[in-house]
C-alpha cells in the first residue's frame, strides 16, 4: 500500500511559478514510476511528468522547458517546479505512483492539488 499526500497548489498569474510537493508512504519497490498528471475541466486526465527507474524521466511535450521533475528519496518526496505557467495549466494536479507485479500493474493516486493559472 502506497499513501500519496499533494501539496502546494493554489492561484497563480500567467507567467508566474509555483513548486508542486507529493509526500509519499508506504510499501517499498524494486522497480516503481511516479509523476505527475493533471486533469482540466472537461478534459481526460493527462501525465504531466514522470520519474521511472528504469526508463527515466519523462515530460509532456506542453510542458518541457517549462516544468522539472525532482525527488529527494530519503524523505520520500517528489517536486514539480512550474515556471512559465499559462492559463491551460489550469487542473487539478495528482501524483501518481505504479509498480508492476508481473503482468500487473498497480496504481495508486494522491487527493490532488487544484493550480489555476489567471490570465
Known amino acids: 500500500e502506497v499513501h500519496l499526500v499533494e501539496s502546494g497548489g493554489g492561484l497563480v498569474q500567467a507567467g508566474g511559478s509555483l513548486r508542486l510537493s507529493c509526500a509519499a508512504s508506504g510499501s517499498t519497490f524494486d522497480d516503481y514510476s511516479i509523476g505527475w498528471w493533471r486533469e482540466a475541466p472537461g478534459k481526460e486526465r493527462e501525465g504531466v511528468s514522470c520519474i521511472s527507474l528504469s526508463d527515466g524521466t519523462y515530460y509532456a511535450d506542453s510542458v518541457k522547458g517549462r516544468f522539472t521533475v525532482s525527488s529527494d528519496v530519503a524523505k520520500n518526496m517528489l517536486y514539480l517546479q512550474m515556471n512559465s505557467l499559462i492559463p491551460g495549466g489550469t487542473a487539478v494536479y495528482y501524483c501518481?505512483?505504479?509498480?508492476?507485479?508481473?503482468?500487473?500493474?498497480?496504481?495508486?493516486w494522491g487527493q490532488g492539488t487544484q493550480v489555476t493559472v489567471s490570465s
Open positions: 501518481r505512483f505504479a509498480y508492476g507485479d508481473g503482468c500487473i500493474e498497480h496504481t495508486y
